[in-house]
């Protein structure tokens, strides 16, 4: 389940009318994307600093927290909130911490990993596909 807490580029939506957009019309249009209806600035869903999560999506995540057995934090200083919060709610056994920096969560992680998020999952994905190879 992924769970897009701060929203995401591949949703976009006129400021104006609120028609909605792919990522591919945005990425066609030259200069500030505008709205083919009614000329208003699209931008993308995304939750910026000030702006409010997406409703329901938090819930959805601490729910989903307290129910995990195992929790993945990935390239983040867990030092912006609400966000950061979701870890305290974690009842499971074992965080495993995959970013570049310390965090305040280190300290009660069972591995902690400190490379960029991305190579670590980048070489976890092709390790998983090289053992299932007959």
Request: net charge neutral.
């Amino acid at each position: 389940m992924v769970l897009e807490l701060h929203g995401t580029v591949h949703k976009n939506r006129c400021m104006r009318c609120g028609r909605t957009y792919a990522l591919d019309a945005i990425l066609k249009s030259e200069g500030l994307p505008r709205c083919r209806l009614c000329g208003g600035l699209i931008k993308p869903c995304v939750t910026l600093y000030g702006e409010p999560l997406p409703e329901g999506v938090f819930e959805a995540a601490a729910a989903a927290v307290r129910r995990a057995d195992l929790l993945i934090i990935g390239g983040t200083s867990l030092t912006v909130y609400p966000a950061a919060g979701l870890a305290s709610l974690f009842q499971g056994d074992c965080i495993a911490i995959l970013n570049r920096d310390a965090t305040p969560a280190d300290r009660t992680a069972g591995i902690v990993i400190r490379d960029p998020v991305g190579e670590v999952l980048d070489a976890a994905v092709k390790a998983a596909l090289h053992s299932s190879d007959p």
